[in-house]
């Protein structure tokens, strides 16, 4: 299973069903919006084309609101909406509303005062001037106003995957995620190809003449309700228990798809961002979600680890690997990072996650709490004998480590460090510490496995996911291939793992992954 | 038919409109003439309600405009505007029948009036099913004209309806303008800054300024006794043609040399203006032409030379 000679068409066959569903969703999520969009906005704009004295503010709202990030948006809407459909379509509604309340605006003030002045002195009312008169005239302007918000409601609208309520999102997000790209592009030509599309469909109900147009406007509200009914064609199932995953989970061996293999488990799931998962699953909108399991918000939401009773989730020790010239360079480097070695286990380094992530204390506070608490802190010598160069990926975790060690190398040896904390993600760590920019890093033996050594499954099967296995594995590969030394674990794992509410688990009696399968099957 | 009393309307500090009044009797052609900002599409548009006034009354045959509504007003009072503001998404026909539409007319009714109206104004009924952008500037104010007349409204206010026009057009559509029956039947309000079209259109003229009526009378009475230097000055530019439009062959009847003619045949009615005569003798190979005054039945030859000195004397006594 080669992913990389797999052609995006064979990956698009093989995922036709997905591919299918997520499109029907896309395109319903979309024009739900989109008709509401226009149900609110066209009154909107009329009204404010007749006060207008009133435009200035509404005008000015609905432009707040559009330049607020989507992501944003939807992270405010969790806690009202909860998470799936209706957070989705209230903030693609919001995006779609400017242009259409702005081109109706536009296109009734700017229909010529000789018409408007004609049609009264005619003795028409004003209804019968904005029916006959002011609605006919700026509709091609009202028009292209919807033209605009399609096209940004298909583009907004991947980003509903990230709340659960799917679309073609669901490909592009997992495919960031996983490095996939014809996962990626699965999701992001279908979406491109609806944008073009619609456009071009529009464009032509635009430029039709006044007396086609007519009809045009009359099938036009048909046409969006039914494309709007594409939305409930798909979500046809819902189950006793629901399970939020992120995309990278949906697309890994060891996520969903072990899951499914090695458990059986059968669970209505929903894609979701990891940025409001957690709080979903606290509020009650999940009921299991994927998670990492040192992560500081298992404490701050109140929720456990399922235990993985089948070790399908590969083993994470944190582990600080540094490069052999720099353990040559200075000989007491080794004893010092490795007094760390056996002191975090799981929940110590949960609640250290805690205190930074959630009380929003700082990574250098926390180090030194914890060393002072472990009776390992030592006064900074300010020696000057050399200089290490420390780096850490972006999250609080690796911030925390990356200030333990500098503070243990300054306080233990004569050498000054300098970090450079915040190196993105893995492989731009990685390929600092390769190209001698700097001594170490934090990093995790799952991480080393996968990403790095890129190992078949042939070899995963061989290690079977045993801690010590995989740790000596990697610590022998990279020494052969990048002369780097991997020393010793500092204790904790953070790997993926399923977790519920602490008290849904207790109330269920549920405690191992395979507690939730029979739990599931026993009450379908 | 038309009565306005004390008439006012401010915007912000400047007085559009200053306390005027001023009657139109029916069947008549009543012109609202002055430059730019002088009040006089104020007036007008007051009158259908389109702009409503700060002060004073207007009564539409006797009834005050105030007690009916404004639709219904406007539907009985037919408007014609400078630029034609034809409905850019209707056809000429559509356009036509907005009024008859409005007044849930049946179609057959709407038919046969809009093919009435075509013929009189020569339009062809070709034009019926095309948007008014295909039509030439003058054919368009046909149509804005055939609208405003579609429902027979006894009164017509018209703004500018020449303006947009270049000088050919204006000066043919004018004259075709004068010879339609429809509009001698009716009360006629239009507004002009053009001293010509007054002349040649108005039963009266009302010159305005700064909100204020100059003077009101017929063309005669505005050339020959204006009532202020203002009126004077106004005139003065174009003084003899506009005394040439304004003097009738009736005028200056017993000015004329009495000399018998050979026949009667293509006599011309004493109440054409010295100008049309004019006109008429220089399109003559033989310089002269015969007029008839159904007063008292006379027939008279007036030649060129005799009418100028006619007119000269005419002119000497009323200006002394």
Same mark, same amino acid.
């Given at each position: 299973?080669?992913?990389?000679?797999?052609?995006?068409?064979?990956?698009?066959?093989?995922?036709?069903?997905?591919?299918?569903?997520?499109?029907?969703?896309?395109?319903?999520?979309?024009?739900?919006?989109?008709? +509401?969009?226009?149900?609110?906005?066209?009154?909107?704009?009329?009204?404010? *084309?007749?006060?207008?004295?009133l435009s200035g503010t509404v005008l000015g709202i609905a432009g707040v609101l559009q330049t607020i990030p989507s992501i944003a948006l939807l992270?405010? #809407?969790?806690?009202?909406?909860?998470?799936?459909?209706?957070?989705?379509?209230?903030?693609?509604?919001?995006?779609?509303?400017?242009?259409?309340?702005?081109?109706?605006?536009?296109?009734?003030?700017?229909?010529?005062?000789?018409?408007?002045?004609?049609?009264?002195?005619?003795?028409?009312?004003?209804?019968?001037?904005?029916?006959?008169?002011?609605?006919?005239?700026?509709?091609?302007?009202?028009?292209?106003?919807?033209?605009?918000?399609?096209?940004?409601?298909?583009?907004?609208?991947?980003?509903?995957?990230?709340?659960?309520?799917?679309?073609?999102?669901?490909?592009?997000?997992?495919?960031?995620?996983?490095?996939?790209?014809?996962?990626?592009?699965?999701?992001?030509? =279908?979406?491109?190809?609806?944008?073009?599309?619609?456009?071009?469909?529009?464009?032509?109900?635009?430029?039709?003449?006044?007396?086609?147009?007519?009809? %045009? +406007?009359?099938?036009?509200?048909?046409?969006?309700?039914?494309? *709007?009914?594409?939305?409930?064609?798909?979500?046809?199932?819902?189950?006793?228990?629901?399970?939020?995953?992120?995309?990278?989970?949906?697309?890994?061996?060891?996520?969903?798809?072990?899951?499914?293999?090695?458990?059986?488990?059968?669970?209505?799931?929903?894609? +979701?961002?990891?940025?409001?998962?957690?709080?979903?699953?606290?509020?009650?909108?999940?009921?299991?979600?994927? %998670?990492?399991?040192?992560?500081?918000?298992?404490?701050?939401?109140?929720?456990?680890?399922?235990?993985?009773?089948?070790?399908?989730?590969?083993?994470?020790? *944190?582990? =600080?690997?540094?490069?052999?010239?720099?353990?040559?360079?200075?000989?007491?480097?080794?004893?010092?990072?490795?007094?760390?070695?056996?002191?975090?286990?799981?929940?110590?380094?949960?609640?250290?996650?805690?205190?930074?992530?959630? #009380?929003?204390?700082?990574?250098?506070?926390?180090?030194?709490?914890?060393?002072?608490?472990?009776?390992?802190?030592?006064?900074?010598?300010?020696?000057?004998?050399?200089?290490?160069?420390?780096?850490?990926?972006?999250?609080?975790?690796?911030?925390?480590?990356?200030?333990?060690?500098?503070?243990?190398?300054?306080?233990?040896?004569?050498?000054?460090?300098?970090?450079?904390?915040?190196?993105?993600?893995?492989?731009?760590?990685?390929?600092?510490?390769?190209?001698?920019?700097?001594?170490?890093?934090?990093?995790?033996?799952?991480?080393?496995?996968?990403?790095?050594?890129?190992?078949? =499954?042939?070899?995963?099967?061989?290690?079977?996911?045993?801690?010590?296995?995989?740790?000596?594995?990697?610590?022998?590969?990279?020494?052969?291939?990048?002369?780097?030394?991997?020393?010793?674990?500092?204790?904790?794992?953070?790997?993926?793992?399923?977790?519920?509410?602490?008290?849904?688990?207790?109330?269920?009696?549920?405690?191992? +992954?395979?507690?939730?399968?029979?739990?599931?099957?026993?009450?379908? | 038919?038309?009565?306005?009393?004390?008439?006012?309307?401010?915007?912000?500090?400047?007085?559009?409109?200053?306390?005027?009044?001023?009657?139109?009797?029916? %069947?008549?052609?009543?012109?609202?003439?002055?430059?730019?900002?002088?009040?006089?599409?104020?007036?007008?548009?007051?009158?259908?309600?389109?702009?409503?006034?700060?002060?004073?009354?207007?009564?539409?045959?006797?009834?005050?405009?105030?007690?009916?509504?404004?639709?219904?007003?406007?539907?009985?009072?037919?408007?014609? #505007?400078?630029?034609?503001?034809?409905?850019?998404?209707?056809?000429?026909?559509?356009?036509?029948?907005?009024?008859?539409?409005?007044?849930?007319?049946?179609?057959?009714?709407?038919?046969?009036?809009?093919?009435?109206?075509?013929?009189?104004?020569?339009?062809?009924?070709?034009?019926?099913?095309?948007?008014?952008?295909?039509?030439?500037?003058?054919?368009?104010?046909?149509?804005?004209?055939?609208?405003?007349?579609?429902?027979?409204?006894?009164?017509?206010?018209?703004?500018?309806?020449?303006?947009?026009?270049?000088?050919?057009?204006?000066?043919?559509?004018?004259?075709?303008?004068?010879?339609?029956?429809?509009?001698?039947?009716?009360?006629?309000?239009?507004?002009?800054?053009?001293?010509?079209?007054?002349?040649?259109?108005?039963?009266?003229?009302?010159?305005?300024?700064?909100?204020?009526?100059?003077?009101?009378?017929?063309?005669?009475?505005?050339?020959?006794?204006?009532?202020?230097?203002?009126?004077?000055?106004?005139?003065?530019?174009?003084?003899?043609?506009?005394?040439?439009?304004?003097?009738?062959?009736?005028?200056?009847?017993?000015?004329?040399?009495?000399?018998?003619?050979?026949?009667?045949?293509?006599?011309?009615?004493?109440?054409?203006?010295?100008?049309?005569?004019?006109?008429?003798?220089?399109?003559?190979?033989?310089?002269?032409?015969?007029?008839?005054?159904?007063?008292?039945?006379?027939?008279?030859?007036?030649?060129?030379?005799?009418?100028?000195?006619?007119?000269?004397?005419?002119?000497?006594?009323?200006?002394?």
């Amino acid at each position: 299973m080669n992913e990389g000679q797999q052609s995006l068409l064979d990956f698009m066959r093989q995922e036709s069903g997905k591919l299918a569903s997520q499109t029907l969703t896309h395109i319903g999520l979309t024009f739900i919006s989109l008709l +509401i969009a226009v149900l609110i906005g066209l009154p909107l704009g009329i009204l404010i *084309a007749r006060k207008r004295k009133l435009s200035g503010t509404v005008l000015g709202i609905a432009g707040v609101l559009q330049t607020i990030p989507s992501i944003a948006l939807l992270g405010f #809407l969790i806690p009202i909406l909860g998470i799936g459909a209706k957070p989705a379509i209230f903030a693609l509604l919001i995006y779609a509303l400017l242009p259409i309340i702005r081109n109706t605006y536009t296109g009734i003030t700017g229909v010529d005062a000789t018409i408007k002045e004609a049609a009264k002195g005619m003795g028409m009312s004003s209804n019968q001037i904005l029916f006959k008169v002011e609605l006919p005239l700026a509709m091609p302007v009202i028009l292209a106003g919807i033209r605009t918000a399609t096209v940004i409601n298909v583009g907004v609208a991947t980003l509903a995957s990230l709340i659960a309520a799917g679309g073609l999102g669901e490909f592009i997000f997992g495919g960031i995620s996983l490095n996939n790209t014809n996962m990626i592009l699965a999701g992001a030509i =279908p979406a491109a190809l609806l944008a073009i599309i619609f456009d071009f469909l529009l464009s032509r109900v635009q430029n039709i003449n006044f007396k086609k147009m007519r009809t %045009g +406007i009359k099938v036009l509200p048909a046409v969006l309700l039914v494309l *709007a009914c594409f939305y409930f064609i798909p979500s046809a199932y819902a189950g006793k228990l629901i399970a939020g995953f992120t995309p990278e989970f949906m697309g890994r061996r060891d996520g969903d798809v072990g899951l499914r293999d090695k458990y059986g488990l059968k669970i209505h799931t929903v894609v +979701i961002s990891d940025a409001v998962m957690y709080k979903a699953a606290y509020e009650k909108h999940l009921d299991v979600i994927s %998670g990492y399991s040192t992560d500081g918000r298992l404490k701050a939401f109140d929720l456990i680890v399922l235990d993985d009773d089948k070790k399908i989730f590969p083993p994470y020790y *944190a582990v =600080p690997i540094v490069s052999a010239e720099a353990l040559k360079k200075f000989p007491q480097l080794e004893g010092t990072l490795n007094m760390l070695a056996g002191k975090i286990d799981d929940s110590t380094m949960t609640d250290l996650n805690y205190k930074v992530d959630y #009380l929003h204390q700082s990574p250098e506070k926390v180090a030194m709490d914890f060393l002072v608490a472990k009776g390992l802190y030592k006064q900074s010598r300010n020696g000057n004998a050399g200089t290490v160069r420390i780096g850490s990926k972006i999250f609080g975790e690796q911030y925390i480590l990356a200030s333990m060690y500098t503070m243990l190398i300054k306080g233990y040896t004569d050498l000054d460090v300098d970090t450079k904390t915040g190196l993105g993600g893995t492989q731009i760590c990685f390929s600092a510490l390769v190209n001698n920019q700097i001594d170490l890093y934090p990093e995790y033996t799952g991480t080393g496995l996968l990403v790095m050594l890129q190992v078949k =499954p042939r070899v995963l099967d061989s290690l079977v996911l045993d801690k010590d296995k995989v740790y000596n594995y990697v610590r022998q590969e990279f020494k052969t291939k990048y002369d780097i030394q991997w020393l010793k674990p500092i204790g904790f794992n953070n790997t993926y793992a399923l977790m519920m509410r602490k008290s849904e688990a207790k109330n269920l009696k549920i405690k191992t +992954i395979s507690d939730l399968k029979r739990y599931l099957e026993s009450n379908k | 038919m038309i009565a306005v009393e004390k008439l006012n309307k401010h915007f912000g500090k400047v007085k559009a409109v200053d306390g005027i009044s001023f009657k139109v009797k029916e %069947g008549e052609n009543l012109i609202l003439l002055g430059t730019s900002g002088c009040g006089k599409t104020t007036t007008l548009k007051m009158i259908n309600r389109l702009i409503e006034p700060d002060g004073g009354k207007i009564t539409v045959n006797g009834k005050n405009i105030t007690d009916q509504q404004p639709e219904e007003l406007r539907r009985s009072i037919g408007y014609v #505007l400078q630029n034609t503001g034809l409905f850019p998404h209707y056809t000429v026909a559509q356009n036509i029948a907005i009024v008859p539409q409005l007044l849930k007319w049946d179609k057959k009714r709407t038919d046969d009036r809009t093919r009435e109206l075509m013929e009189k104004l020569h339009l062809s009924e070709d034009y019926l099913d095309v948007y008014p952008d295909k039509l030439s500037g003058g054919q368009q104010q046909r149509v804005g004209l055939a609208r405003a007349l579609m429902a027979d409204p006894p009164v017509l206010l018209m703004d500018e309806p020449f303006g947009a026009l270049d000088p050919v057009t204006r000066f043919s559509i004018r004259k075709e303008f004068k010879e339609l029956d429809e509009l001698k039947r009716k009360t006629i309000i239009m507004v002009t800054h053009d001293v010509q079209e007054a002349f040649e259109l108005g039963d009266r003229i009302c010159l305005m300024d700064k909100g204020h009526i100059m003077q009101a009378g017929t063309p005669a009475e505005l050339l020959f006794h204006p009532a202020n230097k203002f009126v004077k000055e106004f005139l003065n530019e174009q003084r003899l043609q506009l005394e040439f439009k304004a003097v009738k062959l009736d005028d200056i009847w017993d000015l004329l040399p009495s000399i018998k003619t050979r026949s009667a045949a293509n006599a011309i009615n004493c109440n054409c203006t010295v100008w049309e005569t004019l006109e008429i003798i220089t399109a003559n190979k033989d310089n002269a032409i015969a007029a008839t005054n159904p007063v008292n039945g006379e027939i008279k030859t007036i030649t060129f030379t005799q009418l100028l000195s006619s007119f000269h004397q005419y002119q000497n006594n009323k200006h002394v």
